[in-house]
Nanobody
């Protein structure tokens, strides 16, 4: 079994920054593609960013390009999401995801196998 635990959410004013972390436990020997999704109130979950096992391939939703950065430290079984220039429309629950069978690009459209419980990010204007 795989467990994903997010941390780092919180409240920030527009223009501010937050950093999310996600620790993977369980089948840590598996080469997972990792990603972040989010769900705002009354909206469907949407893709935010993904990164391959080697960390050299990343993809972002157009809405966060240039503002968010995904990275990973495989030695620590951790994936990060650095968020800058935050906007009120970034307010959502952010979910960490993992999948051993998709590329980072495919995670844009494929539903990942494993999900964390989410962490709330609130951006006030």
């Amino acid at each position: 079994q795989v467990q994903l635990v997010e941390s780092g959410g919180g409240s920030v004013q527009a223009g501010g920054s937050l950093a999310l972390s996600c620790v993977v436990s369980g089948r840590t020997s598996v080469s997972f593609t990792m990603g972040w999704f989010r769900q705002a109130p009354g909206k469907e979950r949407e893709f935010v960013a993904a990164i391959n096992w080697g960390g050299d391939s990343t993809y972002y939703a157009d809405s966060v390009k240039g503002r968010f950065t995904i990275s990973r430290d495989n030695a620590k079984n951790t994936v990060y999401l650095q968020m800058t220039s935050l906007k009120p429309e970034d307010t959502a629950v952010y979910y960490c995801t993992a999948d051993a069978h998709v590329t980072a690009r495919a995670m844009i459209v494929d539903y990942p196998d494993y999900w964390g419980r989410g962490t709330q990010v609130t951006v006030s204007s």
